[in-house]
């Protein structure tokens, strides 16, 4: 590794060559202020807010585009570049809305914290009062123009991380103005609502709707937790505060770099069904509150003397691994049930399985099969996204419409598999998608490719990998079955599903809402929800993803695990 | 040693600053050892003296011309002008009106208002006509700046303190807030 000596603010330092000013002083443990630069996003050097003397250099030079080399000295805080720095914050002051005293991120925005930093007790240039608009069209999260500073981290993380390229800027100078697409309201745009523009916005500019004036970062507490919405497994921060969730972020040192989906960021917060909060037995017409005891005593009384043949339990793929072995243990161990799993676990199959998101980032070839990747696992969707700018080629295998084949370079019918995979295999890295449109007739040519190719797999089930181990099937049966027990999670069941269920003489359904299939249920026990629970569960890689609760469960509400130990006990 | 001569007074203002003024509590009493509030809003003399003060304060924003004589007849009477709160620095929340028509403000203000009945824009010639909002320095110089929503009792002790000990007050880390 080739390293080159230079001084900044007098110390020396080795740097490894080729990094900037920004990074080096970063290494030292020097602190450059800096506003455009996000550590996910590349650097582009809009805001000048880093600029740093250089010795030898005609003018100031923005630190985080800056390369290093040998000898260089450079001072980052010296009277020319601090003066610099403040007229550049008093230029951004001046031109739009920047009144702190009714802004949503007063206290955690960075414009304020940089001009609080440098001491900034009044404006130099009056502002212009330009009104500008702000765009609600969007259901999750609002732009406020009036903010806005230009930085462009929305864009960059629009293009360069959810792989999206709706943002950009139009016209130039003081008119520029952040627009969609060819400049559309935010919410008639090709926006997936991702939020990772959200996520990065320095200033006050975009707003979540749902945790607006909620707490401010003093305020709250944040859990490092992973979304259970699908296998992809993203690391998220849960954001709460007194006991409820305000919002879900991504974490940015996990395998999806920053980036979530609409379905992990913002629906959890917006789901209006009617939670389950205590166990229920069916009394006359209706469902009644009961105690667990009598609850788990109930299923004991109709389950015993069955024998294992006419017992029968099906456990959602969502479920946490601790879940996942209690069950198999109690019904399969234990009552001899016929067990399975609620969705399909790809295990027909027969392909291989652990390709991991960052097998994307260096693939020259990305073949999706039976499945739609932006539909299902939209993170790893916009990672292929991502491989696509990079120049990786897309050939889609479905019969289906398919949210991929818009950005196909080849759309094959599933009968013309085998055409697919003689392309990949002229590839250098292909990285094969498959999910469960896929016949074993098709995955037998798509074989093939074992050894050469990556296999993702687009397990349903947000843990299939692990009920995939475990052997669990999905073969939802309740011919002749005296007792059915349907862990649902936080999910609800298919009608198909339901009636199939129904035809049980005796129905359990374990969930955290309320459904169709509670609604036919002889007993309800309930669920937690994913951020009320502590676990972890095998991802589409198989990596281990751990789960933390953020807020408590409600009264009453127990662990999934530990409702299926306490039956084994009555059983 | 004579009492360092204070005068203060409000512009556009919710009069959240000068609440803050109180705030100092015993502080303020303390003070009061070492100088003399000539005029206030919230005591009977409202102009400064004629013979001028050490010391003027002003909050609130400049929204009409009543304020511009307020101003400019403060700095006229004081040798230090101190603008203290995020309206008197910035122009604040008052200047939420500078987004819109004036017509329109005016109309929404002393029309439009839902507990409003008959209402009418004022004409009167002793009043003052409003004027686009802004900050005290964009009207007069000012020597010290202490913006906050309003600013904590601590940093106007803090700032009154320096300048009785013959410093200009500095504001950092948590004595320069804009909220």
Same mark, same amino acid.
């Given at each position: 590794?080739?390293? #080159?000596?230079?001084?900044?603010?007098?110390?020396? /330092?080795?740097?490894?060559?080729?990094?900037?000013?920004?990074?080096?002083?970063?290494?030292?443990?020097?602190?450059?202020?800096?506003?455009?630069?996000?550590?996910?996003?590349?650097?582009?050097?809009?805001?000048?807010?880093?600029?740093?003397?250089?010795?030898?250099?005609?003018?100031?030079?923005?630190?985080?585009?800056?390369?290093?080399?040998?000898?260089?000295?450079?001072?980052?805080?010296?009277?020319?570049?601090?003066?610099?720095?403040?007229?550049?914050?008093?230029?951004?002051?001046?031109?739009?809305?920047?009144?702190?005293?009714?802004?949503?991120?007063?206290?955690?925005?960075?414009?304020?914290?940089?001009?609080?930093?440098?001491?900034?007790?009044?404006?130099?240039?009056?502002?212009?009062? $330009?009104?500008?608009?702000?765009?609600?069209?969007?259901?999750?999260?609002?732009?406020?123009?009036?903010?806005? /500073?230009?930085?462009?981290?929305? /864009?960059?993380?629009?293009?360069?991380?959810?792989?999206?390229?709706?943002?950009?800027?139009?016209?130039?100078?003081?008119?520029?103005?952040?627009?969609?697409?060819?400049?559309?309201?935010?919410?008639?745009?090709?926006? +997936?609502?991702? &939020?990772?523009?959200?996520?990065?916005?320095?200033?006050?500019?975009?707003?979540?709707?749902?945790?607006?004036?909620?707490?401010?970062?003093?305020?709250?507490?944040?859990?490092?937790?992973?979304?259970?919405?699908?296998?992809?497994?993203?690391?998220?921060?849960? +954001?709460?505060?007194?006991?409820?969730?305000?919002?879900?972020?991504?974490?940015?040192?996990?395998?999806?770099?920053?980036?979530?989906?609409?379905?992990?960021?913002?629906?959890?917060?917006?789901?209006?069904?009617?939670?389950?909060?205590?166990?229920?037995?069916? @009394? !006359?017409?209706?469902?009644?509150?009961?105690?667990?005891?009598?609850?788990?005593?109930?299923?004991?009384?109709?389950?015993?003397?069955?024998?294992?043949?006419?017992?029968?339990?099906?456990?959602?793929?969502?479920?946490?691994?601790?879940?996942?072995?209690?069950?198999? @243990? #109690?019904?399969?161990?234990?009552?001899?049930?016929?067990?399975?799993?609620?969705?399909?676990?790809?295990?027909?199959?027969?392909?291989?399985? &652990?390709?991991?998101?960052?097998?994307?980032?260096?693939?020259?070839?990305?073949?999706?099969? !039976?499945?739609?990747?932006?539909?299902?696992?939209?993170?790893?969707?916009?990672?292929?996204?991502?491989?696509?700018? @990079?120049?990786?080629?897309?050939?889609?295998?479905?019969? @289906?419409?398919?949210?991929?084949?818009?950005?196909?370079?080849?759309?094959?019918?599933?009968?013309?598999?085998?055409?697919?995979?003689?392309?990949?295999?002229?590839?250098?890295?292909? #990285?094969? /998608?498959?999910?469960?449109?896929?016949?074993?007739?098709?995955?037998?040519?798509?074989?093939?490719?074992?050894?050469?190719?990556?296999?993702?797999?687009?397990?349903?089930?947000?843990?299939?990998?692990?009920?995939?181990?475990?052997?669990?099937?999905?073969?939802?049966?309740?011919?002749?079955?005296?007792?059915?027990?349907?862990?649902?999670?936080?999910?609800?069941?298919?009608?198909?599903?339901?009636?199939?269920?129904?035809?049980?003489?005796?129905?359990?359904?374990?969930?955290?809402?309320?459904?169709?299939?509670?609604?036919?249920?002889?007993?309800?026990?309930?669920?937690?929800?994913?951020?009320?629970?502590?676990?972890?569960?095998?991802?589409?890689? !198989?990596?281990? $993803?751990?789960?933390?609760?953020?807020?408590?469960?409600?009264?009453?509400?127990?662990?999934?695990?530990?409702?299926?130990?306490?039956?084994?006990?009555?059983? | 040693?004579?009492?360092?001569?204070?005068?203060?007074?409000?512009?556009?203002?919710?009069?959240?600053?000068?609440?803050?003024? %109180?705030?100092?509590?015993?502080?303020?009493?303390?003070?009061?050892? *070492?100088?003399? %509030?000539?005029?206030?809003?919230?005591?009977?003399? *409202?102009?400064?003296? *004629?013979?001028?003060?050490?010391?003027?304060?002003?909050?609130?924003?400049?929204?009409?011309?009543?304020?511009?004589?307020?101003?400019?007849?403060?700095?006229?009477?004081?040798?230090?002008?101190?603008?203290?709160?995020?309206?008197?620095?910035?122009?604040?929340?008052?200047?939420?009106?500078?987004?819109?028509?004036?017509?329109?403000?005016?109309?929404?203000?002393?029309?439009?208002?839902?507990?409003?009945?008959?209402?009418?824009?004022?004409?009167?010639?002793? %009043?003052?006509?409003?004027?686009?909002?802004?900050?005290?320095?964009?009207?007069?110089?000012?020597?010290?700046?202490?913006?906050?929503?309003?600013?904590?009792?601590?940093?106007?002790?803090?700032?009154?303190?320096?300048?009785?000990?013959?410093?200009?007050?500095?504001?950092?880390?948590?004595?320069? *807030?804009?909220?």
């Amino acid at each position: 590794m080739a390293t #080159v000596n230079i001084k900044i603010n007098g110390q020396q /330092i080795q740097a490894r060559a080729g990094i900037t000013v920004l990074e080096a002083a970063k290494e030292a443990g020097l602190d450059i202020p800096t506003l455009c630069h996000h550590p996910a996003l590349a650097n582009i050097g809009a805001c000048r807010v880093c600029l740093v003397e250089v010795a030898k250099q005609r003018t100031l030079q923005p630190a985080c585009t800056f390369p290093i080399s040998e000898g260089m000295e450079v001072e980052t805080e010296s009277p020319k570049a601090v003066e610099a720095r403040k007229f550049v914050l008093q230029m951004l002051f001046s031109e739009r809305n920047h009144y702190c005293m009714y802004c949503e991120m007063s206290g955690d925005c960075e414009l304020q914290a940089l001009a609080y930093r440098y001491g900034l007790d009044h404006w130099t240039y009056p502002s212009p009062h $330009a009104k500008m608009p702000v765009d609600g069209t969007r259901k999750y999260f609002i732009m406020d123009h009036n903010r806005c /500073i230009l930085c462009r981290r929305c /864009i960059r993380a629009c293009s360069d991380l959810a792989a999206n390229h709706t943002l950009g800027v139009r016209f130039r100078g003081a008119k520029t103005m952040i627009s969609a697409d060819m400049d559309v309201p935010f919410g008639e745009s090709t926006c +997936v609502s991702c &939020g990772t523009c959200l996520q990065v916005c320095p200033t006050g500019a975009l707003i979540d709707r749902k945790s607006a004036y909620m707490g401010r970062e003093v305020h709250v507490e944040r859990t490092a937790s992973t979304c259970t919405f699908c296998a992809v497994g993203c690391g998220t921060s849960v +954001v709460t505060r007194a006991g409820h969730v305000l919002r879900v972020e991504g974490d940015w040192d996990a395998p999806n770099q920053g980036v979530l989906c609409v379905a992990g960021r913002f629906e959890p917060l917006y789901d209006t069904r009617e939670r389950i909060t205590s166990p229920m037995v069916r @009394k !006359g017409n209706g469902l009644v509150p009961v105690s667990w005891d009598e609850a788990l005593a109930a299923i004991a009384a109709k389950a015993k003397g069955n024998g294992g043949k006419k017992t029968a339990a099906y456990v959602t793929g969502k479920a946490l691994n601790d879940t996942l072995s209690e069950f198999v @243990k #109690v019904f399969q161990g234990k009552v001899r049930a016929t067990v399975g799993t609620l969705e399909p676990t790809l295990a027909d199959l027969e392909l291989p399985v &652990g390709g991991a998101l960052a097998d994307l980032d260096t693939a020259d070839c990305v073949l999706v099969v !039976g499945g739609d990747p932006l539909a299902t696992h939209r993170v790893l969707g916009y990672r292929v996204k991502r491989a696509l700018d @990079k120049g990786a080629r897309l050939l889609v295998v479905s019969d @289906k419409p398919n949210g991929m084949a818009a950005l196909a370079h080849r759309i094959f019918p599933m009968a013309q598999v085998a055409e697919a995979v003689k392309i990949a295999q002229g590839s250098t890295a292909p #990285v094969v /998608i498959y999910g469960g449109d896929l016949d074993k007739a098709g995955a037998r040519k798509l074989a093939a490719l074992t050894g050469k190719a990556r296999f993702i797999s687009l397990f349903q089930g947000t843990n299939g990998y692990r009920a995939r181990e475990l052997g669990l099937k999905n073969t939802l049966n309740a011919n002749g079955v005296k007792v059915l027990y349907l862990l649902l999670g936080d999910g609800e069941l298919p009608e198909k599903a339901v009636q199939e269920a129904r035809r049980a003489a005796f129905l359990v359904v374990h969930a955290a809402y309320k459904s169709a299939a509670t609604d036919a249920a002889d007993v309800v026990l309930p669920a937690p929800l994913w951020y009320e629970q502590d676990g972890n569960f095998t991802t589409l890689d !198989g990596r281990k $993803a751990v789960v933390k609760s953020a807020v408590a469960a409600p009264e009453g509400v127990l662990a999934e695990a530990e409702v299926l130990a306490r039956l084994a006990e009555a059983l | 040693m004579a009492k360092v001569k204070v005068a203060t007074d409000w512009l556009a203002a919710c009069a959240g600053c000068h609440m803050s003024v %109180l705030d100092m509590d015993e502080r303020l009493v303390q003070l009061l050892d *070492k100088i003399e %509030l000539t005029s206030t809003p919230i005591t009977d003399l *409202k102009h400064p003296p *004629k013979e001028g003060v050490t010391v003027g304060i002003l909050t609130g924003a400049v929204s009409n011309t009543t304020n511009i004589e307020v101003v400019k007849q403060m700095r006229e009477r004081c040798q230090i002008l101190i603008a203290l709160g995020d309206c008197a620095v910035f122009g604040g929340i008052v200047s939420m009106r500078n987004f819109f028509d004036m017509d329109e403000a005016l109309k929404r203000a002393y029309v439009e208002t839902e507990s409003t009945v008959d209402g009418q824009i004022p004409c009167s010639e002793e %009043l003052g006509r409003p004027v686009r909002v802004c900050a005290v320095n964009q009207v007069v110089k000012v020597d010290i700046h202490i913006p906050g929503c309003p600013p904590s009792p601590d940093v106007i002790y803090y700032a009154l303190a320096e300048l009785l000990e013959g410093r200009v007050p500095v504001l950092t880390g948590d004595n320069l *807030k804009y909220d």
